[in-house]
Nanobody
Framework: QVQLVESGGGLVQAGGSLRLSCAASGRTSSSYAMGWFRQAPGNEREFVASISWNGGNTRYAESVKGRFTISRDNAKNTVYLQMNRLKPEDTAVYYC?????????????????WGQGTQVTVST
């Protein structure tokens, strides 16, 4: 069992930055691939970024590539999402998730554990 708790969301102006954190607990949480997804009102949950258990492989949605960076610190059991040059269309609830896969997945159904989400709102 892996428990995930996101933090770091908030209100930011367009062009600004935020860093989301996802604290994982559970004996083997550091062995999981981790992902970030987001869901805006009326939209389906969409992939944002994912990272392999050792941080050696990262994947990004085209819409965030070059602006967002996913990273992890296994000593702290924490995964981060650094979000720069934020746009109003980045507004959503952001969720972190854990998957027992070598290659970090980009589809939600492959993730076994989910956090409760943190709201990110980007104003114009």
């Amino acid at each position: 069992q892996v428990q995930l708790v996101e933090s770091g969301g908030g209100l930011v102006q367009a062009g600004g930055s935020l860093r989301l954190s996802c604290a994982a607990s559970g004996r083997t949480s550091s062995s999981y691939a981790m992902g970030w997804f987001r869901q805006a009102p009326g939209n389906e949950r969409e992939f944002v970024a994912s990272i392999s258990w050792n941080g050696g492989n990262t994947r990004y949605a085209e819409s965030v590539k070059g602006r967002f960076t996913i990273s992890r610190d296994n000593a702290k059991n924490t995964v981060y999402l650094q979000m720069n040059r934020l746009k109003p269309e980045d507004t959503a609830v952001y969720y972190c998730a854990a998957a027992r896969f070598g290659t970090p997945p980009i589809v939600a159904y492959l993730y076994e554990y989910w956090g409760q989400g943190t709201q990110v709102t980007v104003s114009t």
